[in-house]
């Protein structure tokens, strides 16, 4: 009786006679003779290879190799006859295959093309041990491990590659802090500026009317000049006022209306000097 996924290897007199699969089967006593069975399942088999990568890192590569006998009379009998020790045989061959394929590749594209260790694992597995019966499902690459010193070293070069990066984005962070305050700087001097140019412009139109206003309330008795006289008398206590009201830490220095008079005639003087240039430019 012969179970499922299994597979009886008989011989007749000490030689192969036929293979017996799962069911009924009946043979001769004392003539054949079982010489063994044979698993037909698919079956796993991890090997652990010690290499050495391009760059000269050395790596402990995990390969778990899926493996079964074809289930074919030929494959059954070539698996049981013509290898000894069929799992030892099987991990030679990865042996020899992982250590042809990572040396040629550097560290970090080992990690990153494991599939294709995997795809040339099984490749040539599968082309050398059909001969004996055998075939493969996938080879799967489960674990590369290098050295604790190497990963240490892998680690610290990823995080100054993420310190350098985190700070070009601060320094273009702090760039556009300082643009955008020369930006605000620039347009609020340029308001103000605007700013004082109305105040000046609507200075003069306020003087220009009360001069006129004065010499209208005077029936034109008055010059322009003793307007002025006044009007510069009058801005002047006006703002020593507003000092006192507005800073209470104003300090007076000594002053006299004459100071005041000086400061007006200066100021005359110098406007008659400009008509009179004006005139004589004309």
Known sequence: MVKQKTAVVIERL????????AGLHFKIPLIDSI???????????PVEVETKTKDDVFVR?????????????EGIENSFYKLN????????????SIRSEVPMMELDAVFAEKDKIAVAV???????????????????????????????????INA???????????????????V?????DMESKRLAGEGIALQR?????????????????????????????????????????????NNTSTIFMPYSPDNVGDLQMQIQSSLLAVDAMKKKNK
Do not use: C
């Not at 020790?85 to 020899?96: G, L, M, T």
């Not at 955008?180 to 605000?184: C, G, P």
């Open 122 to 156: 099984k490749a040539e597995l599968s082309e050398t041990m059909k001969q004996f019966g055998f075939d493969f499902t996938k080879a799967l690459v489960t674990d590369i491990d290098p050295d604790a010193k190497v990963k240490q070293s892998m680690n610290e």
């Open 85 to 96: 020790n069929p799992e030892h045989q099987i991990q030679s061959y990865v042996f020899d």
């Open 61 to 73: 590569v995990v390969v778990s190799v899926q493996f079964f006998v074809v289930d074919t009379n």
């Open 160 to 178: 100054a590659k993420r310190m350098k990066e985190a700070a070009k984005e601060e320094a273009a962070a702090a760039k556009i802090r300082v």
């Open 180 to 184: 955008a305050a020369a930006e605000a």
């Open 14 to 21: 000490g030689k192969f006679y036929k293979v017996s699969k």
């Open 35 to 45: 010489a063994g069975n044979v698993n037909l399942r698919v079956r796993e088999l």
């Open 201 to 245: 412009i609507a200075i003069a139109n306020g003087l220009k009317e009360s001069v006129a206003e004065v010499k209208l309330a005077m029936e034109d008795h008055v010059t322009s000049q003793d307007v002025m006289n006044m009007l510069f008398m009058t801005q002047h206590y006006e703002t020593v006022a507003k000092l006192s009201e």
